[in-house]
């Protein structure tokens, strides 16, 4: 059974920093670049991070370059998002997926980040 | 950019009959794009890529069309278990693109 699982969404004052983390099973981790998608709740979906899958090339939405940084462990088939400077306009759920051959295939259920003073 | 834009923002539909949803691209994305299910308290489940593409388990009641900027997403027969959001997501640019901001499917 493929399973990626989020966990690090906490509630943040602005400013403060958090790192999320995806933990992965049921697939070949390293067949996979992993993105991070994010939705404010009650709201629509934004792509936010994308790393190839040797973590070669990273990529990053305009409203996160330069405060978040993607990563991923293949040895422990896991991914990571650092994010620095959070701002209120960064809360949301976090899904962190799966694409091969351009097929988005798998998402986890999403961990909630709130960025509130 | 390319901007993605879904109609109906809302579209209400008795069980059993059929939902059509659109989606529009600002510039050709070709055959690359996506439809997504999202149901409350969940994550999006993808249900068509390559514009028509069923996704593994995807039941046959669900078909995609369209190329170009042009898309539609097809529910034939609606079940109870479809009335949900749906998004759909163009990846012809890389890094990947953009969703629309979703239709909701209601029951009337």
């Known amino acids: 059974e493929v399973q990626l699982v989020e966990s690090g969404g906490v509630v943040v004052q602005p400013g403060e920093s958090l790192r999320l983390s995806c933990e992965t099973s049921g697939f070949t981790f390293d067949d996979y670049s992993m993105h991070w998608v994010r939705q404010p709740p009650g709201k629509g979906l934004e792509w936010v991070s994308l790393?190839?899958?040797?973590?070669?090339?990273?990529f990053y939405a305009d409203s996160v370059e330069g405060r978040f940084t993607i990563s991923r462990d293949n040895s422990r088939d896991s991914l990571s998002l650092q994010m620095n400077s959070l701002t209120t306009e960064d809360t949301a759920f976090y899904y962190c997926?799966?694409?091969?051959?351009?097929?988005?295939?798998?998402w986890g259920q999403g961990t909630l980040v709130t960025v509130s003073s | 950019e390319i901007v993605m834009t879904q109609s109906p923002a809302t579209l209400s539909v008795y069980r059993g009959e059929r939902a059509t949803l659109s989606c529009r691209a600002s510039?050709?994305?070709?055959?690359?794009l996506a439809w997504y299910q999202q149901k409350p308290g969940q994550a999006p489940r993808l249900l068509i890529y390559g514009a028509f593409t069923r996704a593994t388990d995807i039941p046959a009641r669900f078909s995609g069309s369209g190329s170009g900027t042009e898309f539609t997403l097809t529910i034939s027969s609606l079940q109870s278990e479809d009335f949900a959001v749906y998004y759909c997501?163009?990846?012809?640019?890389?890094?990947?693109?953009?969703f629309g901001q979703g239709t909701k499917l209601e029951i009337k």
């Open positions: 997501h163009q990846y012809n640019t890389w890094p990947p693109g953009t």
């Open positions: 997926v799966a694409e091969r051959k351009r097929i988005w295939d798998y």
């Open positions: 510039q050709t994305v070709s055959r690359n």
């Open positions: 790393i190839t899958w040797d973590g070669g090339s990273s």
